[in-house]
T-cell receptor, first 114, second 113 residues
Framework: DSGVTQTPKHLITATGQRVTLRCSPRSGDLSVYWYQQSLDQGLQFLIQ???????AKGNILERFSAQQFPDLHSELNLSSLELGDSALYFC?????????????FGPGTRLTVL | TQLLEQSPQFLSIQEGENLTVYCNSS?????LQWYRQEPGEGPVLLVT?????EVKKLKRLTFQFGDARKDSSLHITAAQPGDTGLYLC?????????????FGKGTRLHILP
């Protein structure tokens, strides 16, 4: 157990719909990262938040948005869903110690768009 | 564009054999992490290397960070079926508490019993 929680575990929805994925980081971690992983693919970085503020953006579509709340949990909103959005979505939180940045991943949300 | 290339992309070997996977970049990293991911689950951190030339061992797994902190290798001795999974390396670029993490595409390892 990494200490990072994600809900829901599975999500099945239809094209055109909107969903919200939720992540709670490990206690004390200020950074949250979101990744997308399609079947048999590597991790695609979407976005990073640090203590409530957006820190870095990766290959995140305009239909996707995220935020981090004062209690440090984060939500990833996916709208106007397309079949190609079906994937595993992971969040990770990290701890800094000098040059070390170690990420701890949640169990993921499997999104299926029908 | 910063890239982290992993090789081989796929590897299928017999139980008991040794193997090495590589992670290479033109970027100098502050630290480098190796993760293992099983199907449908999140990546799990195996090790972090920080110092150029650093070697870390985790049972039958040996991790090495290149002297110039641009590359790393993972060597598995006497591979077991339980070693099967996706191995990901991630390089961290840290400056003034701003960090950028770059993931390789992974090496998919299958150990045949």
């Amino acid at each position: 157990d990494s200490g990072v929680t994600q809900t829901p575990k599975h999500l099945i929805t239809a094209t055109g719909q909107r969903v919200t994925l939720r992540c709670s980081p490990r206690s004390g971690d200020l950074s949250v990262y979101w990744y997308q992983q399609s079947l048999d693919q590597g991790l695609q970085f979407l976005i990073q938040y640090y203590n409530g503020e957006e820190r870095a953006k990766g290959n995140i579509l305009e239909r996707f948005s995220a935020q981090q709340f004062p209690d440090l949990h984060s939500e990833l909103n996916l709208s106007s869903l397309e079949l190609g959005d079906s994937a595993l979505y992971f969040c990770a939180s990290s701890v800094y110690s000098g040059p070390r940045v170690e990420q701890f991943f949640g169990p993921g949300t499997r999104l299926t768009v029908l | 564009t910063q890239l982290l290339e992993q090789s081989p992309q796929f590897l299928s070997i017999q139980e008991g054999e040794n193997l090495t996977v590589y992670c290479n970049s033109s970027s100098v990293f502050s630290s480098l992490q190796w993760y293992r991911q099983e199907p449908g689950e999140g990546p799990v951190l195996l090790v972090t290397v920080v110092t150029g030339g650093e070697v870390k061992k985790l049972k039958r797994l040996t991790f090495q960070f290149g002297d110039a902190r641009k590359d790393s290798s993972l060597h598995i001795t006497a591979a077991q079926p339980g070693d099967t999974g996706l191995y990901l390396c991630a390089g961290a670029l840290v400056e003034n508490r701003d960090d950028k993490i770059i993931f390789g595409k992974g090496t998919r390892l299958h150990i045949l019993p």
